[in-house]
């Protein structure tokens, strides 16, 4: 299989724990996949504006029908469409912000979730996912607490259910969770979730 990477950063800070290790985990990756294209954003520092009513009167207009205004309105998120349609692999590195995504996360899933785009709708049967289900996503995630299955605090995580049931309500089924999590204990504590999720990314990233 050729292989292509879109590469994704979300945190608004410069000195980012997920942007960091995304970046790590990237030239491992890229070690093993020299020949991959790689196409590379990060929204954290520059992020996408989210639909107003502009966006959304030329997304509700049929493609064809488009004035020229309305078609530039939508070209940024036409653009995020098909790169993320062109990559066989996404790495999606992002914060907890309040036990979601922060607000740049949430503002490009909004550019990307389009009827006829990236999902279709059948009267009938409901929605349809148009993104190629074989299609591979990493989402390289921190946080302050941590949020470990059979941990009380996994109960409040709202970011990595809502990536997969946004992602995969567009396809995007394969999707894999690295998270550092712990940031704000001990500096020990923190860099043994570090060091742990640096581990995984690092066997990871030979194979994926
Ligand atoms: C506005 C804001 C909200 C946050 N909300 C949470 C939260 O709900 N849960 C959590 O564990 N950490 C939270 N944090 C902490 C960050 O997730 C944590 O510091 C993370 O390591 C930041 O990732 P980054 O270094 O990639 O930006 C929050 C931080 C900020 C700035």
Same mark, same amino acid.
């Given at each position: 299989m050729t292989k292509s990477l879109l590469f994704l950063t979300f945190s608004p800070r410069s000195a980012s724990n997920s942007s960091g290790l995304a970046r790590k985990f990237?030239?491992? +990756?890229?070690?093993?996949?020299?020949?991959?294209p790689i196409v590379e954003h990060d929204f954290g520092q520059t992020p996408m504006a989210g639909p107003d009513q502009a966006w959304i009167e030329a997304?509700?207009?049929?493609?064809e029908q488009r004035s020229s205004a309305q078609r530039a309105t939508l070209a940024a998120s036409d653009k995020a469409i098909s790169e993320l349609r062109a990559a066989t692999h996404v790495v999606l590195a992002t914060p907890m912000f309040n036990?979601?995504?922060? +607000?740049?996360?949430?503002?490009?899933?909004?550019?990307?979730v389009r009827n006829n785009e990236t999902f279709g709708f059948d009267?009938?049967?409901?929605?349809?996912?148009?993104?190629?289900?074989?299609?591979?996503?990493?989402?390289?995630?921190?946080?302050?607490?941590?949020?470990?299955?059979?941990?009380?605090?996994?109960?409040?995580?709202?970011?990595?259910?809502?990536?997969?049931?946004?992602?995969g309500f567009m396809g995007?089924?394969?999707?894999?969770?690295?998270?550092?999590?712990?940031?704000?204990?001990?500096? =020990?504590?923190?860099?043994?979730?570090?060091?742990?999720? =640096?581990? =995984?990314?690092?066997?990871?990233a030979p194979t994926w």
């Open positions: 990237i030239d491992q +990756w890229k070690s093993a996949n020299p020949d991959a997304n509700m207009t049929p493609k036990f979601s995504t922060p +607000w740049q996360l949430k503002s490009y899933i909004d550019n990307l009267p009938e049967t409901g929605p349809i996912p148009l993104l190629d289900q074989k299609k591979k996503m990493k989402v390289i995630w921190s946080s302050a607490f941590d949020y470990a299955v059979g941990n009380d605090m996994k109960a409040l995580d709202q970011l990595t259910p809502y990536i997969s049931t946004i992602f995007v089924t394969d999707i894999s969770f690295v998270g550092s999590g712990n940031a704000w204990a001990s500096t =020990e504590v923190a860099h043994q979730f570090r060091s742990k999720a =640096e581990n =995984e990314l690092a066997n990871a």
